[in-house]
Every structure is written in C-alpha cells, then in structure tokens.
C-alpha cells in the first residue's frame, strides 16, 4: 500500500442517481454540452484528482424517458478537456467486442497526443443484445469469447502502439529523411479474432500507450485484468468483499507474473455528502422518492430472465434465481445485486432505492468528514488503493467532494496536494511501457 | 452560380508540398502538436474561410522517410479545433470500407454537438491492399463494391441521425419523463452490407447531420456524389476539365431528383503566393529541388503497376500503360496523372515535380493577385463554386492566403466579410436536413 491513495472522478451527465436530473438543479440538457463536462474536469483538476473517467457502451441504454440518455461519445468529450485543462488524467471506456483495433489503437493514442500523456482506456467487452444488434449480430457473443477477443485485441493495439520507436523521427533535412524506416514496422499479426499488418499510422505517444484500464469482476474479468490491467474499477458493497476482491487479484497479478504494485484497485463509493449526516440522509432519500421504479423494474427482469410480473415491487426476490454461470451480461454485477437483496432482506422497492445511486456500487451518505473517513478506513484495511468517486448528483456532488472531503485526506496526509507528475500514468505512480521491439529498450525493461 | 464563393482549408501538417517539411521554416513535429493546428483553424476563421479540411486513410502511407508521416485522428483534431474557435466549419475524412455505421456515425453527432453544427464527414472508400490488411483483408474490396457499401452506409447513417426526432427531449422533472420514448425510435436496417437496430445513442444534433462532402471523381464516386455529397472535392488541371465536371456534376445531381444549388463544388488549388511571380516561381523551384525523387517513383510504379525499372526518370512515360478500367484504386486520380504527362510531354522528373505540392491538384505560382484572378476566372467561368486552398507550406501559405489574398476577394464582392451563420452547412448557403421520420418535418419537407 503506498501512502498515497488515488481518486478518479466517475462522471455521468447530472450524476450517477437515476433521479438527479429531476432535482430542480439540474440542467436535463447537461449530457449534450461539452462546455458542462470541461467544467467538471476543471473542478476535478482543481481537487488534484488522478483522473475524471466515463463510462460507455455503442447502444441506447434504458427508456430514454427514465433520465438523460445517449450521449457524446467518450474520447471526443475528453479531447475537448484535455486541451482546456492541463494535468488531470482522462479515461474513456471503449469496447473490444464493437470496435477495430487499428482504429481504436490510433484514437486513443492521438487522444493521448493531444493531452500530453494523459490518455486512458477502460477495456470493455460490452454485455447485451441491444448493443450486438447495432453491429450486425443477433446477440451478444459469449463471456468467454469475449474476453478472449478483447485479450486479443490488447495484443494488437499494443504491438501497434509499439510499431513505432521513440526515436524514430530523426528529422534530417538535410538528407532529406524524416523517420528511420528500420524503426517503424509492421506487426503483421495473425489470431484467432484479428488479422493486421500495421504499422500505426502515428508516431509513439507521450506514454508511450494509454492507461490500460479494466472493470470486470467476473473470473474471465479478474484474470484479465491480471494479465493486462494497470487501474481495475469495481463495484463492492461491503468491506470484507472489497478485501477480498483486492487480495485475490493482488495475488492473480503475482501469478500473471507482474508486481502487485502496477495495478491499482479503485472501488466505486457514491457519496451523498450533506452539512449534518441527516440532511445527507435527507437528500438519499429525496432521491429515492424521485425513483420511478417500473422502469427499474422492468431492467431487473430482464437482468434476472424473469417474466416482470413475477418481481413485486413490496416482496423480496423469488427464491428461485438463476446463478452467475447462466448470466452471459455482466456477471460479478448479477451476483452483487442478488447478494445485497439477500443479505439485507430488502424489497424490490428497497433495491430499486439502494440501486438508484450506483447501480451496485456503495451508496454512502454523511459529512464530509464521514466520507473521508470511510475512504480512510477502505484505505488502510487492504480493500482499496483508491477510489472511483462517483457523485450522485453533479456538478453539486463533485464540487463538495472537491471542496469538502479532499481537503480533509490532504490534511491526513492521504492525498497529494499537488500534482508532481504530468501523465496519467505519472498520477497512478506507474511506469511508462518500454516499446516491446525496441532493443534498447527491452535491455532496460530485463534489468 | 450564387454570387458569393466558398473557400475550404485543406490542412496537412506543414503543408501539402512533400518537401516542405524540409524548408528551415517547417517544424518536422507539427504533425502530432494540437496547438498547430489550432493555430491554422484559427488563421482560417481569421479569413472568414468556409471550413478546413483533413484528409485521411487508416494506414501508414508512403514511406516514412519521405516526409512527416502518421497523423492525428481527424475528429480528435477538430474536436480540439471545436472548443478553440467559433465560426469555422471543421471537415473529417473517414472511410465507409473500414468503420463501423454506429460508431461513425455517433462520433461525427458528437463533433456537430461539440462545435455546436460545424461538423462535417468527407465521405472515402479508401483505396489500397494496404489499408485492407489492416483490417483483416488481404486486398481492398473492388471499386465498385466499395462504392455499394459506401451509399448503404450513409443510409444507415442519415436513419440513424434521424432515429431522435429534433423535440424528443420532453425533460418534464415533475412527471419523470425525460424524452418522449415515441420520438426515439429503432431504425432497423437490414442490407446487404450492414444489419443495425439503432437507435443511435445521442439526440440529433445541431445541423440534423454533418455535413456530407465527397472527393471521388470516377463515374462510380460521380454517381454517389449526385446522389448524397452536399460539398465536392474534385482535383482538376486545366478550366476546360473543370468546366466538363461542373457541368456534368450538376447535371447528374439534377437527374438524381435534387437542387443542383444543394451541391457545392470545389477544385483544388495549391497556391504558391510571392511578393512577385518570379519569387513565387523561385519558390516553386526551391520546393521541387528538395524532392528525393525516388520516393515518388516508386509510388508511381505501383499506380501504373510497373516494375520500377521501367520508369526512367529522364524520359516521358512508356507508352503501354494500364487504362482507368485497370485500376481498382483511386480511378480518376489515375486518368489525371496519365493525361497531365502526357499533354505537356513531361519526363518523369518533370512529373514528380508537379505532382510534389498537390499530388494531381492544381499548383499555381504567382503574386495575390495572380491567385484571386486564377480563383475569379474560374468561379466566374462555371468552373467551381468555391476552392479547396491547399497550401504549399504551412503555416506561412495560409498565413498568406488569408492576409493578401482574401481582402482581394472580398473587395471585388466575391466572399464574405463577416460570418452571417453559425453552422458549417449555413456557411456554404445549405439548409438543415430535414428528419426523414419526423412526420412534421417530412411535411415541411414536401412543401
Ligand atoms: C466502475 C465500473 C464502470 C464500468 N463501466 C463500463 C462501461 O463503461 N461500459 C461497459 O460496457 N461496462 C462497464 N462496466 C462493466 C464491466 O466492464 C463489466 O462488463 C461488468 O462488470 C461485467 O463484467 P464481468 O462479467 O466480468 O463481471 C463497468 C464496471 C464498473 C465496476
Ligand atoms: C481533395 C481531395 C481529398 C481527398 N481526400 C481523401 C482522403 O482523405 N482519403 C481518401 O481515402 N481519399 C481521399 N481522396 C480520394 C477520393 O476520395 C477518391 O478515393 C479518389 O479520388 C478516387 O476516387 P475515384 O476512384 O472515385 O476517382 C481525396 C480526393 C480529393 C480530390
């Protein structure tokens, strides 16, 4: 455990609740105005974050009558930042199921450009029909399969990355020669998903690849990220779970033979922060009752292969569920949810509510201090190298958290209070790749 | 002929002469610096210009010795020119044989949205085995077949820009309902190129749908410009050639059922500006000293697929070459080259020479007022509705361009002063594009 814990700002239109944008606050245009989305990476740059990260996936996710859906896609927002802030790092969320490595590879890379080093990728494989019905499918590809592409994939993006020395460009005008062709090469990779020559059609960028970032918890997800992950997000409800989380994909890293310090576990918190913990308990419920629950409710069943009218709104979960192994979507996510429902006896109502924030992450609501406090205790009990901050209401949330809690973890002693680095990379405290072909370079990396 | 024309900046890192790079003045990293570019968008707002323009292919072209090679992703460029600029409309290539609809089409919505509707998408099927085996395919796909898929894929893409109506978003706070679910709708597509669903994941942005631009000048690209393009790039060498164009083009777009005022059409020119003809012909001269010809003659031999020993550099081109049929590349680019040699009996040498600053485009050499003449007589002569400026070097050609030869167009009454539209399409005098699902909309369509 280093000193330092890291935060990255999760941000999401008005706020991860589902119900924040009918707070009179909200601006319900937010998710379409890129100068709303600078403001809040300029206020998580201004609160020294790591890094402001955003979630996608290539389909309309929900009822577009349930809160503000669709939105700018991910690496046109953050370029957009990264030229109108100048240290916070920048994580997009791009799939390896809907996507062609050369293209992707070459997009975060110029994003990666455009910031100076500060590019990140959250690598996806993108559960459920709807999204593989836009790309020319009938459903979804299997679990497996799809990690296995996205392996894959990795692969190719990182020879492509890597098909360019640092030094290739040598600029001589007088010879008349502007990179030395020896140090720009074809990958000419051949697999099971992906057939390309390369090379990129771009230089080695400033971190030489971007931040590779990983968000599965399932067994196919964790030994990803094992092998490939630099930061991991994960949703964990409770601080036993999240110690264990955090042990066992130390120990997976190990086995993947890399050091458990170049993977850095960031799970999710939402906190709803208020001046008394009664008024932030207040707000959590004001936001409940704003919840329309057939919509969640309809989500569910489909989550749990249900006819909707077996889930009623003021029972507890049928007692007959199907387990993790029939789930083909998102995984560790089904088991989460059914294990919250469980644990606390809550009703259909009740998890709609304790979903409505984060959709499975921690929902926590107090003071300042209080919220600071948990972070702290995460910390320091071995569940957490920091966290994946991830505010219910925005740009509220992220201004107190801002204002409010990171200065009380400086204080402590927990958290920077200034940037030293100038790459994302640099904020996590983690290296910058050595090329795989460059043989000065792999010498260094043997060392 | 409206009475005003139009100008695009057609960008490429430190100009579009393949030597320039080599001038003391060119810096041999422009090509991966953000705030380069920035500046040229700038210079060209400066000028009232209409719009710039990147070029692109998903592939590492030419050798990377022979001059600055790999560039940023163009929207990534013009997202970052977006938020830097107000006025000036921002043209991406991408190709329509090596993207997926979805994303494509969601990324340029996303532009239209950042740059609040000065997005615009210069629609190619990218030519070449080399860019094929970057995604998986041993050569690139017949010119026709590319050609089929291209038109199938703006189809797929104007359905999905329109699967949001314009007033779909209700965001009624006090009943819950975001957008009227009625108004979002799937698109359903099923061709033979592409199956999709949609909707798309992103409400309709400012211009409807950005601008769709076109380059290709074979019967084939001719065709699908009548049909679709709004704005045409088009190289010509000689008045007459462009004329013939101009008038077929527009004859065709009739044919095809539309307004020939809804397609603009642009000729290259590549302006080489001195403070007198002779310095700007020592320019041109300087420029063509410093191309290493055997770079170009390589290219040469494969465009005419002949071994490299049968081009000699001092002599005229062999007799025997392929025809336009022949070729499955760039058709008309060809059918130029082959024609401009052999009417002005160039040797091989001589041909590389002219081809250097604009690779088939125009090249013109004179004073600024020399060049507003060249772009008066044409506009005037029917040849053209506008012209693609393509500066020799950059910055310092657009510098020119803008400051002398621009106050030259405008005091004759041929450009504009003053912007009078905010949009890229209200620029170039186009109207928003109707919503082919908006029954409202279809019905303004069809007065
Ligand atoms: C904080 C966090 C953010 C995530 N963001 C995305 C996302 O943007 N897009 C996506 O498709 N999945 C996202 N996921 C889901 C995971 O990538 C993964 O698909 C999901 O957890 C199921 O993976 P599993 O089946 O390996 O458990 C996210 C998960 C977490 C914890
Ligand atoms: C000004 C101009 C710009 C072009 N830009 C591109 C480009 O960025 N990428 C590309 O693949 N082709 C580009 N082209 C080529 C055309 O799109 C087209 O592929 C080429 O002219 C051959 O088309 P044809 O076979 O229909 O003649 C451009 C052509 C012109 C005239």
């Known amino acids: 455990m280093s000193k330092h814990l890291h935060l990255n700002a999760f941000l999401m239109s008005v706020g991860h609740h589902e119900a924040a944008w009918r707070l009179p606050e909200s601006d319900p245009h937010a998710h379409t105005d890129i100068d709303y989305y600078v403001k809040l990476a300029q206020t998580a740059e201004r609160g020294k974050l790591d890094s402001i990260f955003f979630a996608d996936s290539p ?41 062609d490595p050369y293209n992707l590879a070459r997009r975060f890379a110029s994003v990666d450009w455009v910031s100076n080093g500060r590019a990140g990728w959250n690598i996806v494989t993108t559960a459920g029909a709807d999204a593989a019905r836009n790309f020319g499918l009938d459903d979804t590809p299997d679990h497996r399969v799809r990690y296995e592409k996205a392996a894959e994939f990795v692969d190719v993006a990182t020879k492509l990355w890597d098909s360019w020395d640092d030094d290739a460009i040598v600029a001589d005008k007088e010879l008349g020669i502007h990179a030395d062709a020896a140090k720009v090469r074809k990958i000419l990779h051949r697999g099971e998903h992906f057939r390309v020559d390369g090379p990129l059609n771009l230089p080695r960028s400033p971190q030489g690849y971007p931040l590779l970032v990983q968000a599965g918890s399932s067994e196919d997800g964790k030994e ?24 066992d994909l130390k120990a997976r890293t190990i086995a993947a033979g890399r050091d458990p310090e170049s993977i850095k576990i960031l799970p999710g918190i939402v906190p709803i922060i208020g001046d008394t913990e009664e ?38 979960l049928p007692a007959d569920l199907p387990t993790e192994d029939d789930i083909e979507g998102a995984k560790s996510r089904f088991t989460l949810i059914v294990n919250l429902a469980r644990r606390e006896r809550l009703t259909l109502r009740e998890l709609i509510a304790r979903l409505g924030g984060g959709r499975g992450h921690r929902t926590f609501a107090g003071t300042a201090v209080q919220v600071a406090d948990a972070i702290e205790d995460w910390f320091r009990q071995g569940a ?23 200065p009380i973890l400086q204080e402590r002693g927990l958290f920077r209070t200034e940037y030293t680095e100038t790459t994302l990379r640099g904020h996590y405290g983690l290296a910058r790749p050595a090329n795989q072909f460059d043989e000065a370079d792999a010498l260094v990396a043997a060392r």
């Open 59 to 99: 389909v309309l996710m929900g009822d577009p009558g349930r809160r503000p859906s669709g939105k700018l896609e991910p690496t046109v927002i953050l370029t957009a930042v990264a030229v109108q802030t100048s240290r916070i790092g920048l994580i997009a969320t791009a799939s390896t199921s809907y996507n």
């Open 224 to 247: 990803f990220a094992a092998r490939y992950a630099e930061a991991v997000f994960t949703a964990q409800q409770t601080l036993e779970d999240a110690k264990d989380f955090y042990t």
């Open 279 to 316: 008024h932030a308990r207040e707000l959590d419920a004001e936001l409940a009752r704003l919840i329309s629950p057939e919509y969640a409710r309809k989500q569910l069943a489909e989550r749990f292969k249900l006819p909707i009218d077996e889930l009623d709104l003021d029972s507890e």
């Open 384 to 406: 957490a190298d920091g966290f994946n901050i991830m505010p219910a209401v925005l740009p509220s949330g992220l201004d107190r958290f801002v204002d409010e809690v990171v």
